[in-house]
């Protein structure tokens, strides 16, 4: 157990749907990190937060968002799905927001496996 | 941002050592070198990093070259458990100063062990 808890583990759901996956960060980490994992991509960064803000954004797309929380608590919104949006997601949580001093290790969850019909 | 190139796949025997290298000849002078791993059907863990020195920790060893353009993370007695996807990462500047917090990941090299 890395620490960092997401949920749902599995879910399946039809094109055009709309799903909400939630990532709880390691305890005292205040940055947490989306990406998305597919067999033709690798993984790819979403989104960074930083103590409830938006710190850095990567290859996500228009129909996704996500916040977090007062709590540090995160969620990713996926909406219009497509085939194509099946993939796992993955949250890391960080303790700072960048790479100062070179640490800053991630720490990753086990990922929400989403599959799109 | 400064890139990594790594070998698509490796084998190994388990219980002998395994060098893993990594490239990456357009590395700037503060950039931070990375490792992390994956296993299969688990997201990805650390395993050590490093700036100009050779680090060891409890997993790995991290040996970097002299200028800097290489690294090989060493693992001294591979195991059936160490089996999994390693991905070299640099952690890049950003424009405000420190190195950005999250990691842009390659295609990292698979390792098997046989046993």
């Known amino acids: 157990d890395s620490g960092v808890t997401q949920t749902p583990k599995h879910l399946i759901t039809a094109t055009g749907q709309r799903v909400t996956l939630r990532c709880s960060p390691r305890?005292?980490?205040?940055?947490v990190y989306w990406y998305q994992q597919s067999l033709d991509q690798g993984l790819q960064f979403l989104i960074q937060?930083?103590?409830?803000?938006?710190?850095a954004k990567g290859n996500i797309l228009e129909r996704f968002s996500a916040q977090q929380f007062p709590d540090l608590h995160s969620e990713l919104n996926l909406s219009s799905l497509e085939l194509g949006d099946s993939a796992l997601y993955f949250c890391?949580?960080?303790?700072?927001?960048?790479?100062?001093?070179?640490?800053?290790?991630?720490?990753f969850g086990a990922g929400s496996r989403l599959t799109v019909l | 941002d400064a890139k990594t190139t790594q070998p698509n796949s490796m084998e190994s025997n388990e219980e002998e050592p395994v060098h893993l290298p990594c490239n990456h000849s357009?590395?700037?002078?503060?950039?931070?070198i990375h490792w992390y791993r994956q296993l299969p059907s688990q997201g990805p863990e650390y395993v050590i990093h490093?700036?100009?020195s050779n680090v060891n920790n409890r997993m790995a060893s991290l040996a970097i070259a002299e200028d800097r353009k290489s690294s090989t993370l060493i693992l001294h007695r591979a195991t059936l458990r160490d089996a999994a996807v390693y991905y070299c990462?640099?952690?890049?500047?950003?424009?405000?100063?420190?190195?950005?917090?999250?990691?842009?990941f390659g295609k990292g090299t698979k390792l098997s062990v046989k046993p």
């Open positions: 890391a949580s960080s303790p700072r927001g960048t790479g100062w001093g070179g640490a800053n290790v991630l720490t």
């Open positions: 305890s005292g980490d205040l940055s």
């Open positions: 937060y930083y103590n409830g803000e938006e710190r």
């Open positions: 357009t590395i700037s002078g503060t950039d931070y």
């Open positions: 490093g700036l100009t």
């Open positions: 990462i640099l952690r890049a500047l950003t424009l405000y100063g420190g190195s950005q917090g999250n990691l842009i």
